[in-house]
């Protein structure tokens, strides 16, 4: 596509219920990462996918968040047992592969958690 | 693993004045170093970056700086616009992964 394409762009969940959100990623991009940005902060590293290499899970916060790339494009990340503290925006980015070329971000999720 | 530290974390500035951002980073394998603008509401949008064989970049009014000895870098925006008027992100990555860490985000306000 054209760019990088989240959805849902919000979504509102109850605590303790699982939550899907995806990415699609601008095609032919190799690389993949996701971002949480809560209110009025930075933005946090959760995981990065480069092609078949085994994922980089070094930022995500909790074993109740994982995520996959399925046919190196298309990825979901997943969070378990939602709890309040997941509110926040969840960015999505890809870059044409590893070396250092500037992100394209999605427009995000928002995430609430009630 | 890198750490950014971002100063300040609020800038307001007349509209003509210049705006300067600053950034620390902490692995001296770092390489390569981009901003990042975001409006309200909206997606980051990359507005400059700039590589460690370069120690300064321009493009129209605004500059990046990069002094690898001391590991920071700044952003250079002259006569600001109330346009300009946005949070900026530094960031810097992490080893030859492209994963890019990011400061903590400066809110700058240009009065007009």
Do not use: M
Not at chain 1, 43 to 56: R, T, V, W
Not at chain 1, 82 to 105: H, I, K, M
């Amino acid at each position: 596509g054209a760019g990088v394409s989240q959805s849902p762009s919000n979504k509102v969940t109850e605590k303790g219920k699982d939550v899907e959100l995806r990415c699609d990623p601008i095609s032919g991009h190799t690389a993949l990462y996701w971002y949480r940005q809560s209110l009025g902060q930075g933005l946090e590293f959760l995981i990065y996918f480069q092609g078949n290499s085994a994922p980089d899970k070094s930022g995500l916060p909790s074993d109740r968040f994982s995520a996959e790339r399925t046919g190196g494009s298309v990825s979901t990340l997943t969070i378990q047992r939602t709890q309040q503290e997941d509110s926040a925006v969840y960015l999505c980015a890809s870059n044409r592969d590893s070396r250092n070329y500037g992100y394209t971000f999605g427009s995000g999720t928002r995430l609430t958690v009630v | 693993g890198e750490n950014v530290e971002q100063h300040p974390s609020t800038l307001s500035v007349q509209e003509g004045d210049s705006a300067v951002i600053k950034c620390t980073y902490s692995d001296s394998a770092s390489n390569y170093f981009p901003w990042y603008k975001q409006e309200l509401g909206k997606r980051p949008q990359l507005i400059i970056d700039i590589r460690s064989n370069v120690g300064e970049k321009k493009d129209q009014r605004i500059a990046v700086t990069l002094n690898k000895t001391a590991k920071h870098f700044s952003l250079h925006i002259t006569e600001t616009q109330p346009e300009d008027s946005a949070v900026y992100f530094c960031a810097a990555s992490s080893g030859n992964t492209g994963k890019l860490i990011f400061g903590q985000g400066t809110t700058l306000q240009v009065k007009p």
